[in-house]
């Protein structure tokens, strides 16, 4: 046989030992595909566990943001309460500083907020060499409608002379009651020249006696609640104190005022004095 001719044998291991290379190729491909697969299983996995974490995460959130929300909800009711109960505190305190300032039966000045205002006009005059007034009334005869038809007759005379009164004078002007049936009114702002100022008093002294002397219908309720119509004149005794910026106590102003009602009585009732100089 020839020596060119091919060797079965050795062909077969040929074949054998490309058919390991091929099958360790394989494994290695193989090994390297298990193993990206396994690397892509962890890498879904871990995406999963993200996601899921990021869902409980939204969860919570959410959670969170309600009761934020339900917090801030509660918050702003608190809030609101807060603003009507400051609001209810603060009329209420105006409600007092008003009642503590002004007569419960005819809502007049008091003796306090009357003080007050004195003050104020002596710091006026002394800015502006204004001349101010101050007018001392006292009803004549208030006793008298008292005991005859009793002390509800007598608050509605009351009242009626502060709405009287208070028709008399200026806005800026001040009516108080400084108790039972004595009245003082404030005027401001009067001229600088002393004689002038009092010609100007005069005339409002004069139209408040001339409007209290009118008769006044009072309208009484008797027990059975029958309405009773009770006509009653009673006039006023006047004092009258003028003052400037050398006058500043309202007590002095005030006694002055109240020594020339006096005298106003003494002389007849129903008349105007001024206090002497």
């Known amino acids: 046989m020839s020596e060119s001719m091919i060797n079965p044998v050795d062909d077969l291991v040929a074949l054998n030992l490309t058919l390991s290379k091929l099958a360790l190729a394989n494994r290695d491909i193989a090994l390297q595909v298990a193993e990206q697969a396994e690397k892509a299983a962890k890498s879904v996995l871990a995406t999963k566990k993200l996601a899921d974490d990021l869902t409980e995460l939204n969860k919570q959130l959410a959670i969170e ?6 917090l801030a909800a509660e918050l702003s009711e608190v809030n609101k309460r807060l603003e009507i109960e400051i609001n209810k505190r603060e009329q209420q305190t105006e409600q007092i500083l008003h ?7 005819t809502k007049l000045a008091t003796r306090s907020l009357l003080t007050d205002h004195l003050n104020q006009a002596f710091a006026a ?3 502006s060499g204004c001349n101010g007034a101050l007018l001392f009334i006292d009803l004549d005869n208030f006793k008298v409608l008292n005991d005859t ?12 002379v502060g709405k009287r009164l208070t028709a008399c004078v200026r806005l800026g002007d001040t009516v108080a009651r400084l108790g039972g049936d004595e009245f003082v009114v404030l005027v401001t702002d009067l001229n600088k020249n002393i004689e002038l100022a009092k010609s100007s008093i005069l005339l409002i002294a004069e ?11 009072l309208k009484l309720q008797d027990e059975g609640g029958h309405i009773q119509e009770v006509e009653c004149q009673c006039t006023a005794s006047i004092g009258v ?13 005030l006694a002055r005022a109240d020594h020339a009602m006096y005298r106003a009585k003494e002389a007849g009732r129903n008349r105007i004095e001024f206090a002497e100089s």
């Open 125 to 127: 005059n002394r800015r």
């Open 241 to 253: 104190v003028l003052f400037n910026a050398e006058i500043d106590s309202g007590d002095k102003v």
């Open 149 to 160: 038809y009793g002390h509800h007759a007598g608050d509605l005379l009351l009242i009626e």
């Open 207 to 217: 139209e408040i006696r001339l409007s209290l002397a009118k008769p006044s219908i």
């Open 99 to 105: 009642t503590s300032l002004h007569d419960s039966l």
């Open 65 to 70: 943001n309600k009761e934020k929300i339900k």
